[in-house]
């Protein structure tokens, strides 16, 4: 399971935000190797004079917070930033330089969903990729 928050300038994310869920999701998919039906996205829609971003980013800065459940290999993890990197400079034309990515994992029993504690549930998906 994941939850996915995305941040970034109102005036850049709204027009893209179907197409830049879309390409986030593939890359979950692929990287964990989740479901299709996967999908928690929330974007935070900042004005600029709320957005405080480094010097030598653009108005396209965009941070992700992924929060999921423990267990993923840093390859994996690494394959994820690879292909988000890639994917969203080739399809939504944000550069490498405007991205930030942050997991946190949590232990499973420390999740609760669908009225049971995330150690106790039957996943459709795996865990340890």
């Known amino acids: 399971m994941s939850q996915i928050k995305i941040y970034g300038l109102r005036t850049h994310l709204m027009p893209l935000r179907e197409k830049l869920s ?19 996205h929330r974007f ?3 004005d600029k004079e709320e957005f405080y971003y480094p010097e030598g980013r653009s108005e396209q800065y965009t941070i992700l ?17 690879q292909l988000i990197f890639e994917r969203f400079e080739k399809e939504l034309g944000i550069s490498p330089n405007d991205i930030e990515i942050t997991l ?3 232990p499973l029993v420390n999740w609760g969903i669908r009225g049971k504690p995330g150690d106790e549930l ?3 998906y795996k865990v340890i990729v």
């Open 22 to 40: 879309d390409t986030l999701h593939s890359c979950v998919v692929e990287a964990f190797r989740y479901p299709e039906n996967k999908r928690a």
């Open 44 to 46: 935070f829609y900042l």
């Open 65 to 81: 917070e992924i929060a999921l459940f423990e267990g993923r290999s840093a390859e994996t993890k690494k394959l994820l930033y």
């Open 104 to 106: 946190t994992e949590t």
């Open 122 to 124: 039957v996943l459709d």
